[in-house]
T-cell receptor, first 111, second 115 residues
């Protein structure tokens, strides 16, 4: 299973763009990159998923370079409600493998 | 249903008692996962089901923990002779087994407190 490394914590201010980078040097050919968001007392929630290049949805953008050894989650104009833990996962959903959740990145958005 | 449903949402039990936690996944989701999360910690994998079989039980912490899934749908996680260190939030997730899906959908969890 591809191991991921991401910063333990980040601080930002309301209205700023936040970029969280995840390293996954041993990503496999069939692996997708998925990001989840978790608020206190809730289960993680899917944010965005990609395989290569750039993916954008109504919540975030995901940038994946050609070598796919890293990915960057971009949150535009964060608000206080974006304070949460963000997890980067790498794996192949075709086989329902056990996805290992690392400690994630604890984002604190300040007023 | 529209989402993953877990019950009960909260459970307080005495040390040494058995507990059963239930997960009702999204209809049509073949894969089902159990994780647990201690206060302020990350998610710890427990077990994964593909249909009714469990290819990966590697995360079950001891033989006091067991899980089953019937009809490719509802799953029950059973903890026998509960200990205080079993106190945590137990999260269930389900997913389709295909590429480019929307990943896992998690339930809201069962908060287990062993006193």
């Amino acid at each position: 299973l591809a191991k991921t490394t991401q910063p333990i914590s980040m601080d930002s201010y309301e209205g700023q763009e936040v970029n969280i980078t995840c390293s996954h040097n041993n990503i496999a050919t069939n692996d997708y990159i998925t990001w989840y968001q978790q608020f206190p007392s809730q289960g993680p929630r899917f944010i965005i998923q990609g395989y290569k290049t750039k993916v954008t949805n109504e919540v975030a953008s995901l940038f994946i370079p050609a070598d796919r050894k890293s990915s960057t989650l971009s949150l535009p104009r964060v608000s206080l409600s974006d304070t949460a833990v963000y997890y980067c996962l790498v794996g192949d959903y075709n086989y329902g493998q056990n996805f290992v959740f690392g400690p994630g990145t604890r984002l604190s958005v300040l007023p | 249903g529209a989402g993953v449903s877990q019950s009960p949402s909260n459970k307080v039990t005495e040390k040494g008692k058995d507990v059963e936690l239930r997960c009702d996944p999204i209809s049509g989701h073949t894969a089902l996962y159990w994780y647990r999360q201690s206060l302020g910690q990350g998610l710890e994998f427990l077990i994964y089901f593909q249909g009714n079989s469990a290819p990966d039980k590697s995360g079950l912490p001891s033989d006091r923990f067991s899980a089953e899934r019937t009809g490719g749908s509802v799953s029950t996680l059973t903890i026998q002779r509960t200990q205080q260190e079993d106190s945590a939030v137990y999260l269930c997730a389900s997913s389709r087994l295909d590429q480019g899906g929307d990943g896992y959908t998690f339930g809201s969890g069962t908060r287990l407190t062993v006193v």
